[in-house]
């Protein structure tokens, strides 16, 4: 087994937490000065190197840095869109990064006992998918929803009416025809928020 940690350009811990979540990619993610670094849970070599090139397709544009300890050897390369971009001297790497990276690399520190971890088993899917959300995004689902539950509201009111109405009431009928009217405008509320939203 070896120790590896990829940093990465996301500044914000939250934000790779997030990424690495959707990607099913599992480990404890750690502050490492102005970047953000994942140290991969029980990995060896080859799931490493596939690691780093997942994250790098996160990454876009910006080059992601694998470092790997395996016995007494450190192997350092640069990632970037997927594809392995180059070798790094490991030393140069260490020395230009904070020192927590090296004390996580030789584990003279836990990933868990450094300050502002997080790690992505404590994170859902569903957090991870409103942590990378923007926010006008984020404000777009939340009147979706709020649309969503009128329309249930009125789509019990409009059956209520018609079932009662069904007995020869007429106000019921005057009830079920509102609810039609107010599922009718939420439904097109809607389409029309999530129309919007998605052309954002």
């Not at 991969?40 to 544009?61: F, M, P, R, Y």
């Not at 959300?133 to 789509?155: E, F, Q, Y």
């Amino acid at each position: 087994m070896s120790t590896t940690v990829v940093v990465t350009p996301f500044g914000v811990a939250n934000q790779l937490a997030a990424a690495c979540v959707l990607s099913n990619i599992q480990g404890t993610i750690v502050p490492i000065g102005d970047f953000s670094g994942i140290v991969l849970a029980d990995t060896d070599v080859q799931s490493g190197n596939e690691a780093a090139a997942a994250i790098s397709k996160l990454a876009g544009k910006h080059e992601v840095l694998l470092l790997v300890r395996s016995e007494e050897q450190i192997d350092a390369g640069h990632y970037r869109n997927g594809i392995r971009e180059s070798d790094v001297p490991a030393g140069l790497a260490l020395k230009n990064l904070p020192d927590v990276l090296e004390k996580l690399l030789l584990e003279l520190v836990r990933p868990e006992d450094v300050e502002g971890s997080i790690p992505t088993s404590s994170m859902t899917k569903l957090q991870a998918s409103a942590q990378t959300m923007s926010p006008g995004r984020a404000a777009v689902a939340r009147t979706a929803l709020l649309w969503i539950v009128v329309a249930l509201l009125a789509g019990v009111v409009t059956a209520f009416g018609i079932t009662v109405g069904l007995g020869g009431n007429t106000v019921a009928w005057v009830v079920a025809v509102f609810g039609a009217i107010v599922l009718g405008f939420s439904l097109w509320r809607i389409r029309h928020v999530l129309t919007k939203g998605v052309s954002r």
